[in-house]
């Protein structure tokens, strides 16, 4: 039986013993009291366990926490679990690794002492955002600077920050959330950017979440279909409806489909009401303040929070599989070190996407589970180390350590399902349940898409996507309202909204062949 060391996300591992691993402080990952997801509960859940309909569509993190231990009673899992583990110090392959594939994980015990644990396969699931990047040496006069200096991920919440004046750099979704808070308890916030970002809200129109107006099939074709271009300029332009990105010093100097968009609803209605202030990258640090790459000077400064990311670097792991050009791992599809004898170790969640992480992780794990049970075979070394390559070239993102990690959602997801046989049959569904096929193609990418077919089918699957805008609903149904009045107007069945889906694809396919001819 296969003996993964750490905790899966998919109950086809439920039946697995599984070791459960925790780390001291400094290699954790850490979050701030008031964070909130920024992907909605429709996009983000497990493919065969929706969240409750009465969670909000977006959630304080200890809801989440709250909806995993739900999942883990569901599926009984706890059982398969040991708590408490001490940190893993080293996994490194048995002496007969190239026959047995199995691993040596050695962790310590309460006493400090070392345990080696003999495992068949290795899922690594301890995330890329446990080993602080704090530039501080990129900054003149740091040394003598008299107020606090600390990054983002020793930040808990702004009650120590009450009537201070702080400058908050990095504008990534961590830095635009620590800038909000801090700026409502704060005397005065900067947030120093190098380079802006476009802003996005969590609300798409009427409201509604905006990943699953914007992450559907149809959208991924329009955008194949369409000049890049043309929707830069169309979904910039929407953006700047709301609020001016130049007017607001948010305007970046790259294409909005270039790099995955800043999630946020409060920080422009800060910048508004002068709460918080755009400044540029900092230039130095001069005792108890800051100068800025325009020439500007903040005096008075006690507190500055370096929202600046984090380092991929995975030190129990064996030096090796860190062969990229930038000391990176290698990973074939994000997921294996192709330079494996034996492809018993996959590296979950190390990816950057636009959209919901979870729902990849999922797929991750159900696809390595199949390669570990020796269901799907991967390509030869070589094979892989060329789909690295191509990868990497044709991967335009600015920074090349980050454009590794770059995935496209729905593209991605239905590469792995593919692998795993759980892909969407979409033309059967077209001619068997075009109702279905209708929720599927123009509606949201649910991850119930992926249990409707094929290994782990779920039975509730496609009820749960009929029913996805129902429980979007419900939390706001926290008021009786009185009835509207009844008005005529023209039915729009689930048939016709079908009907007139055929009929657009079969438009498409035409005006191709007809290209494809010509």
């Given at each position: 039986?296969?003996?993964?060391?750490?905790?899966?996300?998919?109950?086809?591992?439920?039946?697995?013993?599984?070791?459960?691993?925790?780390?001291?402080?400094?290699?954790?990952?850490?979050?701030?009291?008031?964070?909130?997801?920024?992907?909605?509960?429709?996009?983000?859940c497990f493919s065969d366990f929706p969240m409750p309909d009465d969670y909000p569509n977006y959630m304080h993190n200890s809801q989440l926490l709250q909806y995993f231990r739900l999942y883990a009673a569901h599926f009984h899992l706890l059982q398969h679990i040991r708590f408490q583990v001490r940190p893993v110090l080293f996994v490194t392959q048995r002496p007969d690794f190239s026959v047995s594939?199995?691993?040596?994980?050695?962790?310590?015990?309460?006493?400090?002492?070392?345990?080696?644990?003999?495992?068949?396969?290795?899922?690594?699931?301890?995330?890329?955002?446990?080993?602080?990047?704090?530039?501080?040496?990129?900054?003149?006069?740091?040394?003598?600077?008299?107020?606090?200096?600390?990054?983002?991920?020793?930040?808990?919440?702004?009650?120590?920050?009450?009537?201070?004046?702080?400058?908050?750099?990095?504008?990534?979704?961590?830095?635009?959330?620590?800038?909000?808070?801090?700026?409502?308890?704060?005397?005065?916030?900067?947030?120093?950017?190098?380079?802006?970002?476009?802003?996005?809200?969590?609300?798409?129109?009427?409201?509604?979440?905006?990943?699953?107006?914007?992450?559907?099939?149809?959208?991924?074709?329009?955008?194949?279909?369409?000049?890049?271009?043309?929707?830069?300029?169309?979904?910039?332009r929407a953006l700047n409806q709301k609020y001016d990105h130049e007017l607001y010093g948010l305007k970046p100097r790259h294409r909005l489909l270039d790099k995955r968009p800043l999630v946020n609803d409060d920080l422009p209605g800060r910048i508004l009401q002068g709460a918080l202030v755009i400044k540029p990258n900092i230039r130095a640090f001069k005792d108890s303040g800051v100068t800025f790459?325009?020439?500007?000077?903040?005096?008075?400064?006690?507190?500055?929070?370096?929202?600046?990311?984090?380092?991929?670097?995975?030190?129990?792991?064996?030096?090796?599989?860190?062969?990229?050009?930038?000391?990176?791992?290698?990973?074939?599809?994000?997921?294996?070190?192709?330079?494996?004898?034996?492809?018993?170790?996959?590296?979950?969640?190390?990816?950057?996407?636009?959209?919901?992480?979870?729902?990849?992780?999922?797929?991750?794990?159900?696809?390595?589970?199949?390669?570990?049970?020796?269901?799907?075979?991967?390509?030869?070394?070589?094979?892989?180390?060329?789909?690295?390559?191509?990868?990497?070239?044709?991967?335009?993102?600015?920074?090349?350590?980050?454009?590794?990690?770059?995935?496209?959602?729905?593209?991605?997801?239905?590469?792995?399902?593919?692998?795993?046989?759980?892909?969407?049959?979409?033309?059967?569904?077209?001619?068997?349940?075009?109702?279905?096929?209708?929720?599927?193609?123009?509606?949201?990418?649910?991850?119930?898409?992926?249990?409707?077919?094929?290994?782990?089918?779920?039975?509730?699957?496609?009820?749960?996507?009929?029913?996805?805008?129902?429980?979007?609903?419900?939390?706001?149904?926290?008021?009786?309202?009185?009835?509207?009045?009844?008005?005529?107007?023209?039915?729009?069945?689930?048939?016709?909204?079908?009907?007139?889906?055929?009929?657009?694809?079969?438009?498409?396919?035409?005006?191709?062949?007809?290209?494809?001819?010509?």
């Open positions: 039986m296969l003996r993964p060391v750490f905790l899966s996300l998919s109950s086809s591992l439920s039946r697995l013993k599984c070791v459960q691993t925790c780390c001291d402080e400094p290699d954790r990952s850490s979050i701030y009291r008031s964070l909130v997801v920024n992907t909605s509960k429709e996009m983000m594939g199995q691993w040596d994980v050695v962790t310590m015990n309460k006493n400090n002492e070392e345990e080696i644990h003999i495992f068949d396969a290795v899922l690594m699931c301890s995330g890329h955002y446990t080993h602080p990047v704090l530039p501080l040496s990129d900054f003149l006069g740091h040394e003598t600077f008299l107020g606090r200096l600390l990054h983002s991920r020793e930040y808990r919440d702004a009650d120590s920050f009450r009537g201070e004046r702080v400058v908050v750099v990095g504008f990534g979704n961590s830095g635009g959330d620590v800038a909000v808070e801090i700026s409502r308890s704060a005397e005065k916030t900067f947030l120093s950017v190098r380079d802006g970002f476009w802003v996005m809200s969590r609300m798409a129109h009427r409201g509604l979440p905006v990943d699953m107006t914007l992450i559907s099939r149809f959208n991924i074709l329009l955008l194949q279909l369409l000049p890049k271009t043309l929707i830069n300029w169309a979904a910039e790459e325009d020439g500007t000077v903040e005096d008075n400064i006690d507190s500055v929070v370096f929202c600046t990311g984090y380092k991929g670097i995975f030190p129990f792991l064996p030096s090796a599989l860190s062969e990229g050009p930038h000391s990176e791992l290698t990973l074939y599809k994000r997921v294996f070190p192709p330079s494996l004898q034996q492809p018993t170790l996959a590296v979950m969640g190390f990816f950057q996407v636009r959209g919901p992480i979870m729902p990849i992780v999922e797929m991750q794990v159900r696809w390595a589970v199949k390669v570990f049970s020796g269901l799907t075979r991967l390509p030869s070394t070589q094979k892989m180390l060329e789909v690295i390559e191509t990868e990497r070239r044709l991967n335009f993102f600015p920074n090349p350590q980050q454009a590794v990690l770059q995935v496209d959602f729905i593209q991605y997801l239905d590469f792995m399902a593919e692998e795993i046989g759980v892909k969407p049959h979409l033309w059967r569904l077209l001619l068997t349940d075009p109702v279905l096929w209708a929720k599927i193609f123009f509606g949201p990418c649910t991850p119930y898409q992926y249990r409707l077919t094929g290994p782990g089918q779920w039975a509730g699957a496609r009820q749960a996507i009929l029913t996805q805008w129902e429980r979007v609903a419900k939390p706001f149904r926290s008021r009786a309202l009185p009835e509207p009045e009844v008005r005529r107007s023209f039915p729009c069945s689930p048939w016709l909204t079908a009907c007139a889906g055929t009929m657009f694809c079969a438009i498409i396919f035409f005006v191709s062949y007809r290209l494809a001819t010509s």
